[in-house]
């Protein structure tokens, strides 16, 4: 696997996030250096650099403005992109964020498992050809190979045992983690944030998770054949 580039304006900061991914036998480059390179979209060289990293990792010592600017260039190679943040960002930022390119949320104090699966087990370009089943609205595209954490699957497969129905926030906590609590609702949100993500990573054109605002999220009868295909390539 090509190396994970690591964009930050401290590489003694980054001693720690570089330690730990380096447990899953995963080579980092970490540089603040390469910062200017990649803010300018004229600079020929970042293409050539580019080429030899897998994603991307933007430090939290890298600005928003920074960010901003850094975007436009990832994008330009179909870079994802993942962010490292103090705190997660609200619903509205994080769509704001994604629909500039950003592809996932790294959280300082992540988990192992958080770690894995934002970052190493974050789908990359493979040169796969998906069909989708009858009756929602889908289109044939080239499409990347999808990875389910096992919180992930457990949410997906409670909801698609009864699609259409509503599943509450506490319900699901309950089911997945065995309790109701603030930082369980917080982080369903980013599961299901995830999820969709992966989701529609297909092309595929509609909610194939529906939030109900005030109630919960249901999977619509629609999608259900498709997701389940999914889980079992998964």
């Known amino acids: 696997m090509k190396p994970i580039l690591l964009l930050t304006k401290s590489i003694l900061h980054e001693v720690p996030l570089q330690q730990r991914l380096q447990e899953f036998n995963q080579e980092v480059f970490s ?9 300018n979209r004229e600079n020929q060289q970042r293409t050539r650099l580019l080429f030899y990293f897998s994603r991307v990792l933007i430090s939290e010592t890298v600005g928003d403005i920074e960010l901003g600017h850094l975007l436009p260039t990832l994008q330009d190679h179909d870079m ?13 930022e994080r769509k704001n964020w994604e629909e500039r390119g950003v592809t996932d949320w ?9 770690l894995r ?10 040169e ?5 089943g009858q009756g ?11 990875r389910f954490s096992k919180n992930e699957r457990k949410l997906i497969e409670l909801m698609l045992a009864t699609p259409n129905q509503v599943w509450s ?11 109701e609590s603030e930082s369980n609702k917080s982080q369903l949100s980013f599961l299901i944030s995830k999820i969709k993500r992966k989701l529609n990573s297909l092309a595929v054109s ?24 999914l889980l079992l390539r998964g």
Request: charged share 20%; hydrophobic share 40%; glycine share 4%.
């Open 136 to 146: 929602a609205s889908y289109q044939q595209a080239a499409v990347k190979s999808i």
């Open 106 to 114: 790294l959280p300082m104090n992540h988990s192992l498992e958080c």
């Open 117 to 126: 699966e934002t970052v190493i087990s974050i789908e990359l370009p493979k």
């Open 31 to 39: 540089t603040s250096e390469l910062l200017p390179v990649m803010c």
């Open 80 to 92: 994802p992109v993942i962010r490292v943040v103090d705190n997660l960002p609200t619903t509205e």
């Open 128 to 132: 796969t050809l998906f069909e989708a």
């Open 206 to 229: 509609g909610d194939v998770i529906e939030t109900h605002w005030g109630s919960g999220y249901l999977v619509p009868k629609n999608y259900a054949s498709l997701i389940k295909e």
């Open 169 to 179: 926030r506490q319900q699901l906590c309950q089911q997945v983690w065995g309790e």
